[in-house]
C-alpha cells in the first residue's frame, strides 16, 4: 500500500478499484482541520482525469502492473500485432489499447506494451522518432527555417506542423509526446 508520502508525478495506484496515475499533487496542512493532499490523477483505462483529496496517512493500493517490451511487427484490418522480444511470444492489440499512438508505429519498433491483471491497457512509444514526409505542400522560394510552417502527413499517416523549407522525402524527427516537428535528419 501507498501512503500520501510516497506520492510522486508518474506514480501508479490503485484508487477506487481502478488503476490511476499520479499527474500533479500538493501535500496541504490548513490551519484548521487535517492535513489533505489534492491529488490529480488520470485513469489508466479510460483515460479520464479525476481530482481528489486524500486525507495523509490515509492508504491507496498498488495495481496489479506490468510494463513489457515489445517489437511491432504488423497491422491488419482487425488490429496490432506485437512479438515479445524475450520469448517471441506474439500479442495481439486492438484500436482501442493502442488509440494515437499507432501513428508512430514503425516495422519493428520496440514499444512497451502496459499490462493490468494481465490485460493490456496502453502502449507507449519511444519519446523521439523519425518519420518521412510523405505529403506536404511544397515549400516556396524565399521561405526561411525561422518562417512559418505548413501540415506535413508522415509515412505512418500522423500529421505534423513543419517549417515551410521541408519538402516530401525529408526525414524529420517527431516528439511523440506532443506531435511536434523537433528537426530535420540527415
Not at 506490468?66 to 506474439?90: P, V
Amino acid at each position: 500500500m501507498y501512503e500520501t508520502g510516497d506520492f510522486r508525478k508518474g506514480l501508479k495506484i490503485e484508487f477506487e478499484g481502478s488503476p490511476y496515475i499520479i499527474v500533479d499533487f500538493q501535500h496541504v496542512s490548513p490551519g484548521k482541520g487535517a492535513a489533505f493532499t489534492r491529488t490529480k490523477m488520470k485513469n489508466l483505462l479510460t483515460q479520464s482525469s479525476i481530482e481528489r483529496n486524500i486525507r495523509s496517512g490515509e492508504k491507496v493500493g498498488i495495481p496489479n502492473i506490468e510494463e513489457r517490451q515489445y517489437q511491432y511487427m504488423y497491422a491488419d484490418g482487425e488490429g496490432y500485432h506485437m512479438m515479445d522480444q524475450k520469448n517471441y511470444e506474439q500479442i495481439f492489440l486492438s484500436e482501442e489499447n493502442v488509440g494515437d499512438r499507432k501513428f508512430y508505429f514503425q516495422e519493428g519498433c520496440n514499444v512497451s506494451v502496459l499490462f493490468y491483471n494481465e490485460r493490456p491497457i496502453a502502449v507507449d512509444v519511444p519519446n523521439f522518432v523519425e518519420l518521412t514526409i510523405t505529403k506536404t505542400d511544397p515549400g516556396l522560394r524565399g521561405d526561411t527555417v525561422s518562417g512559418g510552417s505548413k501540415p506535413a502527413t508522415l509515412e505512418t499517416g500522423a500529421v505534423v506542423q513543419i517549417p515551410l523549407h521541408l519538402n516530401e522525402g525529408d526525414k524529420i524527427k517527431v516528439d511523440t509526446r506532443d506531435n511536434r516537428y523537433v528537426e530535420k535528419v540527415n
